[in-house]
């Protein structure tokens, strides 16, 4: 299984703005002194030896996580990441009409769904897009984000065939080879996080959940489901006085993303769902806390912690 990252923020796009691409170059350009820039080669050792907050961006779209398994196509998500997701997927079998897209929604806040207007291989004849969800009238939810009062082409403009699977909650099913469930995760509105199982390995998406103040039974399947997870995606949106003031908002920070990983023996966790207002620089110092934070907790458990950026792809 390959997993791709997409979108990895929470809440509304937030591109990176011109003081930000000045304050990257300054700080480049402070630091050059004394490198060999005379052929094309140095410059570009140079700028690949910078720090990802100043050489590029932990990106601005929001949530969408791209799973290939051999032929299989599940996406996790469809915030406006979804829209590069599909130019990508166009390169392939779906621009020619000939592909199967499984869509698994957390839920349908406007950061999880607002991309699908916008996903290309919607609008080819003969790709199939099926869309599931725990969530009731989740047919309807999606239909209304493209009336003409939100957006221009209604759904029945898309020339796909889009099907609707509602899911039971804490069901499992089969998508070709591979196990996936999914759990209520602690949410306004309620989302759900999901597992996918194949050949004894597991991959963990939760994004848009708080882990503060679960009930016994809850918090026991909670760690069940998280248990021996090779990579798991986990809402990290907040830093601790953040999540303080905005306690009943839904979503959790690092350090508790890491307290679970070690409990439940997850091999890579990838923190998720950035915060609009964190630049990259806030979020890389982020990134260097939660390492640092894990080494101190770590003892003898083999653990990894990466912070999401779009572009990033892990083996499973």
């Keep these: ?117 916008f996903f290309q291989p919607a609008y080819v004849r003969g790709n199939r897009i099926v869309i599931y969800s725990p969530h009731p009238q989740i047919q309807e939810r999606i239909e209304t984000q493209q009336m003409p009062w939100y957006f221009p082409a209604s759904i029945d403009a898309m020339g796909a065939d889009i099907e609707f699977v509602s899911l039971s909650e804490g069901e499992t099913i089969m998508i070709d080879d591979l196990s996936i469930s999914n759990i209520m995760l602690k949410h306004p509105g309620d989302s759900f996080g999901y597992r996918v199982e194949k050949q004894g390995v597991s991959f963990v998406y939760a994004t848009d959940t708080a882990m503060n103040n679960l009930s016994e039974s809850h918090q026991e399947e909670f760690l069940r489901f998280f248990s021996h997870a090779k990579v798991a995606v986990l809402d990290a949106q907040y830093m601790q006085d953040e999540v303080v003031s905005k306690e009943h908002w839904g979503h959790s920070t690092s350090r508790t993303g890491i307290d679970l990983a070690l409990r439940t023996k997850i091999e890579t966790l990838v923190l998720f769902h950035h915060e609009p207002s964190h630049d990259d620089h806030t979020l890389y110092e982020r990134s260097q806390r939660a390492r640092n934070y894990l080494d101190l907790k770590r003892q003898d458990q083999s653990c990894t912690v990466v912070m999401a950026y779009e572009g990033l792809q892990l083996e499973i």
């Excluded at 350009?29 to 690949?48: I, M, N, P, Q």
Aim: hydrophobic share 35%.
């Design 1 to 117: 299984m390959i997993v791709k990252f997409w979108g990895v923020r929470g809440s509304i796009p937030s591109p990176v703005g011109s003081h930000e691409v000045k304050a990257k170059i300054v700080w480049a350009l402070k630091r050059a002194s004394g490198h060999d820039f005379s052929d094309e080669g140095g410059v570009e050792r140079y700028v690949d030896g910078l720090p990802r907050h100043i050489k590029g961006t932990y990106g601005g779209n929001t949530p969408c996580v791209e799973l290939q398994s051999g032929d299989t196509t599940v996406i996790f998500d469809a915030g406006s990441g979804i829209r590069a997701l599909g130019m990508d997927l166009m390169k392939k079998s779906f621009g020619q009409g000939t592909a199967t897209a499984h869509l698994l929604l957390s839920h349908t806040h406007w950061d999880h769904i607002q991309g699908l207007p």
